[in-house]
Structure formats: structure tokens, C-alpha cells
């Protein structure tokens, strides 16, 4: 009956298919670059918009609206040169002032993006943000000429040139935004440099993306148009997809946990190991979990093995530390492991023995299959090992993140994909006040270890460093509780489909992707 309603749905103003129809799990939340903060936001706004470079279907950062680049000998300047024929969607030149401009936007505390401290290696960037400085002159980033952009950093960063590829530095149409406000993201309004443009977007049943005429390279975008589907229920995806209404699932959750098994066996069924972990945070802001005895004593009761055998089963990895393995150079925490007897004794030592007078707490996860099983897996673990009963709160995907945003839970499901290839897109995300924190924790020590990473040249003693931060994250102050290392999956028949490649990132562009028949 879903599929009939969904399918019925779609029959609307324009019932014609795409040339390549995916689901892409739930409703983006909204499509501004400086705003988002899902993955299935990320690859329509990818789709959309371009940065100075664009991943591709290997996940390595290449040339986008930047056609090249030099930086200086001490590291800390770069200097981009834009292609001639970088347009927006509306057929008029995009130069490096609509750089400027829009990472002027992003760092301005009312735009109230949660990325922005991406945009904090450049020069004075974090004290624009922050409010301490309010000329946005005074900032590394400027127009050189219309084709020039110059970026001045605090400090020499090995993964800028990756940065360069994340949505919240992607150049955004601020004029138009400055005139219709919150509307921009509208179709009939958006307008983009990307790969694609908006065509439609009907609230819970199709975005429709159109490749943009102007853009500069069309002729290797091989698709017309690109059907999103926003389903996030992974039995109504499946029964999309093996009717033949969907060409594509791209979606870790999207696969039906039951049937995994039989689907690990066929030849559509493609699964990859990726820079994504799966964890719970804790809201260190209130309640028992502002005791860091309380936050151990429900990490040490969590059995990952036990998930990963039973739930997950695809190959996922139990999670000893926050930093996936498959970084060259980086070996992560050990962790804490699996330990009944230690967590009963914390949990008696703050004062609750065997869950005596423990007060009334939730677990908040996003709806799916597959968050629904693991959400009912660890009530019981706690139930088992603590004697607390946790209550199991469930939200869609929009609600959720805006609970995670308000601190409005005691015990929330997250999940973090690596925006690149470097420990520091793991580890940055929980600086005092970073707008991905979203977990009330604050260390002045974990705040001077990422400092200190920054600031240091040599890559074994960076990595050193960041170590020390990752011991402290998950050993010993426990704002977060690290559930296993994420396996990339994907539907699709790979005799219908090319262009989409097995990378560390996870990132598969729409434009890179093309039919074979």
C-alpha cells in the first residue's frame, strides 16, 4: 500500500521519469549549502552547487570552478584561478567576489550555520564568527580580480584543498538571497553553478534536477534529468527499487536489515567500507549525564560486537574509538570496550546501584529499520547490565536534527561521514561551541589539543596530537559513545549503471553517473 500511494504521489504535475530515479533516504531538511548538515542534503546540494573543486567518483578532490591553483612556500596562502566559463544557472559569470561574498554569509553568526568552522583555518575567520572582530576585511579571503581568488590561512592546512570540495564553502547566489529571504531554495528561485539545476521540488515525493545548460562541463554530465526520491523507510525503498520505480538506493540505512543476507549474495548489491562511524552522543548539559561516571558506565554496558552480528551485518566494523581506520598514518584510540562489571560499578559509584533512583531518561534516534533494531538493542543492553530502563523516543529526520540542535534529549543515535580524509574532520566537530557538538561538552584540554594540532608542520607529531584529543573524547571524558565503523551500501544493477565507485569518502556524484543501456 506504501509503495501504491507513493507511486500514485509522483502521477502529479509531472508524472514523466528521470533518466536515473535513487532514493535518497529522508526529506532534505533544506538545500543551503551554509545550512545543511545531512548527507542526503549534501548530494542533492553537490548536484546543484560547485566549489573551487568537486569530488569525483573516486572520492579525490579535482578541479571544480578553480581550474588551478598555487599556494605560497610557507604554506598559508593560495591562490585560485577560476575558469572563464564558470556560470551560475542563469547563464551570468560567477567570480571570485561571489566567493567572498558567500563565505562572508556563512561566517556571520545570524546565518546560524553549524559548518561555518569548516571556513576557521583561513585568516581570522573563527574571530569573525565569533564576533570579536566585525570587519569582514580583516578576514584571509578576497577578490584579487574576477577570476582570482586569494586565501590567506592561520596556519598551513594539509586538507584545505579538500575543504575546498565541502557545500559550506560552495559559492552561493547572495544577492538573491538578500532579496527573497528563506525563499531562495525554492524551484523557480534557485539558482545554482552546479552540474544540475532545480526543476521541481514537491515536499515529501520527488525533487526533480535538470542539467544546467551553463555549466562548464555539461558535456560530461551524461543524464538530463535526476529523479530524488525521499524515502526513508528501507522496506517501502527496497519494494521501490525491485519494481523497477527506482534505478538506484544510495543510502547506508536503506537496505532492509532482514534481508541483508540474501542480498549480500547478488550482484546489485554493492558494499564498501567508508570514513563514517555510527555513535550515540550524550547531553552533558543536563540531567545525569553532566556525570562523566554516568557517560562511561552506559558506553562500558554497550556489547558492539553484539550489534554489529545481530543488527547491522554487513560487514561493519565495532567501533573501539571516534576515527575510522583507513587513514593513512593515523592509529586511533583503543576505546572502551565491552565491560558489565565496570559499568554496574560506576553507575554505583554515582550513586544510582543497579539503576536504583536513576531518573526517567530517552534514547532519540531518526526514523529507520535499521536505527529502530539498534535503538531496541541497547534499551536492553542497559536494562541488562545497569537495571535502567531507557525510554525509546523516535522523530523524523527534520525533527530529530532539531532536537540534536537544542540539546532537547538525554541519549541521542548520531552518525558522522569524514568530509576528508584526515582524523581532524572527526575530531573538530566537538570544540566548545562547534556547531556539530550538539552535545553540551566542553574541554579546555580538547580545545587546546586541536589547536595545537593545527599549528603543527610535522604530520607525525599532527597525528600525535590528535591522538591525545581522540583518548580524551572517548577514554576518559565520554561525551560520545563510538557503535561501529560504517559500511557504505548501495542497489544497483551494475550492467545498467556506470560511475559510481567504491571510495573512503563515500561520495558519489550525480554528475559522474551515467546508463549503459
Known sequence: MAILALALASCGEDSSRGDLVFVNGAEPETLDPSIITGQPEGRVVNALFEGLY??????????????????????????????????????????????????????????????????????????????????????????????????????????????????????????????????????????????????????????????????????????????????????????????????????????????????????????????????LRYNCAKGPFTDERVRRAFSLAVDKTRIVEKITRAGELAAPGFVPPGIPGYEGTAGLGFDPAEAKRLLAEAGYPDGKGFPNASYLYSKSELNEAIAVELQSMWRETLGVNVNLARQEWKVYLNSLSLLDYDIARSSWVGDYPDPNTFLDMFLTGGGNNRTGWSSAEYDRLIAEAARELDPAKRFAILRQAEDLLVQKAVPVCPIYYYVGIQLYDPAKLGGIKANVLDEHPLRRIYRKN
Open 54 to 279: 568537486a569530488y569525483d567518483e573516486n572520492g579525490q578532490a579535482v578541479p571544480g570552478v578553480a581550474e588551478r591553483w598555487e599556494v605560497s612556500p610557507d604554506g598559508k596562502t593560495y591562490s585560485f584561478h577560476l575558469r572563464a566559463d564558470a556560470k551560475w544557472s542563469d547563464g551570468s559569470p560567477l567570480t571570485a567576489e561571489d566567493f567572498v561574498r558567500s563565505w562572508q554569509r556563512t561566517l556571520t553568526p545570524s546565518t546560524g550555520s553549524q559548518y561555518n568552522y569548516q571556513l576557521y583555518p583561513i585568516k581570522n575567520a573563527q574571530a569573525f564568527a565569533e564576533g570579536k572582530i566585525t570587519d569582514f576585511s580583516q578576514v584571509g579571503v578576497r577578490a584579487a580580480d574576477p577570476r582570482t581568488l586569494v586565501v590567506e590561512l592561520e596556519n598551513p592546512t594539509p586538507y584545505f584543498i579538500q575543504l575546498c570540495a565541502f557545500p559550506t564553502l560552495h559559492p552561493l547566489p547572495v544577492s538573491l538571497i538578500e532579496k527573497l529571504g528563506d525563499d531562495w531554495v525554492k524551484a523557480g528561485n534557485l539558482i545554482g553553478n552546479g552540474a544540475y539545476a532545480l526543476e521541481s521540488w514537491r515536499i515529501n515525493d520527488k525533487i526533480r534536477l535538470r542539467k544546467n545548460p551553463h555549466y562548464w562541463d555539461r558535456a560530461n554530465v551524461a543524464l538530463e534529468t535526476i529523479d530524488v526520491l525521499p524515502i526513508s523507510d528501507a522496506n517501502v525503498a527496497f519494494n521501490f527499487y525491485a519494481s523497477g520505480l527506482a534505478d538506484l538506493l544510495m543510502d547506508k540505512g536503506l537496505a532492509p536489515p532482514a534481508l541483508l543476507e540474501d542480498l549480500k549474495k547478488r550482484e546489485d548489491f554493492h558494499a564498501a567500507p567508508f570514513l563514517g562511524i555510527y555513535f
